[in-house]
T-cell receptor, first 114, second 113 residues
């Protein structure tokens, strides 16, 4: 049973380009969470999704960031017109239920904006 | 707004010692608390999850306790080994309208051989 998969593991973008980060949850998991870890900072919650629905995006910046979890395929975190401050590690987690289950984390995507 | 604090920020001890990592949180209305391990450049590995109704959980040399009323948790590591060197993160699930975990900044642990 494969764990949470994220790709790419490393992504380099120039300022103004778009970044697309992908997350495939564990088999049987329908809840996906995205977190961001800035240098020297703790992990911060960004968005929580179930299949085809955004449940909570209270941690997502209002502009340039969007997330989706389509019926088929991985969850996508999209960052438009990236800036240097977007450089961070982005982690995806999945769980089988919402309330009491463990969240299993992927290896992360390290985004570097030049 | 839930805030999680971990003390100490860094810790270096000789191999074989028992040690305690501390975590405190400001809002006691939580569903559960998790301890994670993060190795440099890697993802997070869940170590222990304590439900709000539980007082402690054990896995091998690790024991985590939870005192919800005082907003505290400790992670006890027995007979530490160099392979335990990592950053240990505490995270609480407050549920309700905030569906993500709230993390502390972690304790960077070094076990000296």
């Amino acid at each position: 049973n494969a764990g949470v998969m994220q790709n790419p593991r490393h992504l380099v973008r120039r300022r103004g380009q778009e970044a697309r980060l992908r997350c495939s949850p564990m088999k049987g998991h329908s809840h996906v969470y995205w977190y961001r870890q800035l240098p020297e900072e703790g992990l911060k919650f960004m968005v929580y999704l179930q299949k085809e629905n955004i449940i909570d995006e209270s941690g997502m910046p209002k502009e340039r960031f969007s997330a989706e979890f389509p019926k088929e395929g991985p969850s996508i975190l999209r960052i438009q017109q990236v800036v240097r401050g977007d450089s961070a590690a982005y982690f995806c987690a999945s769980s089988s239920t919402r309330v009491t289950d463990t969240q299993y984390f992927g290896p992360g995507t390290r985004l570097t904006v030049l | 707004k839930q805030e999680v604090t971990q003390i100490p920020a860094a810790l270096s001890v000789p191999e074989g010692e028992n040690l305690v990592l501390n975590c405190s949180f400001t809002d006691s209305a939580i569903y559960n608390l998790q301890w994670f391990r993060q190795d440099p450049g890697k993802g997070l590995t869940s170590l222990l999850l304590i439900q709000s109704s539980q007082r402690e959980q054990t896995s091998g040399r690790l024991n985590a306790s939870l005192d919800k009323s005082s907003g505290r948790s400790t992670l006890y590591i027995a007979a530490s080994q160099p392979g335990d060197s990592a950053t240990y993160l505490c995270a609480v699930d407050s549920g309700g309208g905030a569906d993500g975990l709230t993390f502390g900044k972690g304790t960077h642990l070094i076990i000296q051989p």
